[in-house]
């Protein structure tokens, strides 16, 4: 959408790049803004936000339409830390927090009910058996109910598989291990291609590769050039 290329450009540049592009009134949505907070350079994420925050500085013409940005993170205070030295991107930007408390094991169980009553025949559940699915999930994941509904698609086909009639908590137990790699095989699989390059270089690193530098060179780099052809970001 920057129209940046693979290596990357100048935020400023690419900012400008897509600020000029915009012929209506956008809302931009930054999941896990508090992860900015790790750029390499300290200045570049300041930027972002502040720029987008007021997109008139940037561009060489009179910008019109406005810019809302949504900012997620799963940090309810992350914000105290990233402007610490940055009041005037905290100022432009004038936060309005917006706080989701964790789910509740009762929200937990009337997701499962939810998934149940549309996906499982009459009869081959009972609330008994959703209660246990939703406090395991509750205890064990903090509440990732993707992992709840995992394990019961997992159950349903076991059962199926076993030409059983009823599930059971022994069933459950029995793939809800399964169930938990299954969400996070989902996870990988949706990183991009560049994201799982360094995944994959932090993976194979021995113990003495103790830096993001030494990482970069002597893993990442070599990986991406003898192994998968390519040229390292």
């Known amino acids: 959408l920057a129209g940046a290329k693979p290596r990357g450009k100048p935020t400023n540049e690419a900012l400008t790049n897509f600020i000029t592009k915009q012929e209506t ?14 750029l390499p350079i300290q200045k570049s994420k300041s930027n972002l936000l502040y720029y987008l925050s007021r997109p008139g500085e940037i561009t060489s013409q009179t910008f ?17 830390e990233f402007f610490v030295n940055d009041p005037a991107t905290a100022s432009s930007l004038q936060l309005i927090k917006i706080i989701f408390p964790p789910y509740t ?28 699915i939703s406090k395991l999930i509750y205890e ?19 059962l199926e598989n076993n030409n059983l009639r009823k599930l059971t908590k022994e069933i459950i137990n029995k793939v809800y291990g ?5 969400v996070e095989r989902e ?37 991406c050039r003898k192994k998968l052809h390519q ?3």
């Open 178 to 182: 399964r169930a938990v790699l299954e």
């Open 231 to 233: 040229e390292p970001l």
């Open 140 to 158: 064990k994941t903090h509440g990732d109910t993707r992992i709840g509904i995992m394990t019961l698609k997992l159950a349903v086909k076991y």
């Open 25 to 38: 009134d956008c809302i931009i949505a930054l999941d896990e803004i508090d992860k900015l907070d790790t």
């Open 105 to 132: 094991l009762t929200d937990i169980l009337r997701i499962i009910e939810l998934k149940a009553n549309e996906g499982i025949v009459d009869g081959c559940y009972d609330n008994e058996l959703l209660e246990y």
């Open 187 to 223: 996870t990988i699989e949706k990183l991009p291609a560049a994201v799982l390059k360094i995944l994959y270089s932090c993976a194979i690193a021995p113990e003495k590769i103790d830096t993001a530098n030494s990482l970069y060179n002597h893993i990442y780099i070599p990986l």
């Open 64 to 80: 019109h339409h406005k810019i809302s940005l949504v900012l997620i993170s799963n940090a309810t205070y992350w914000e105290r």
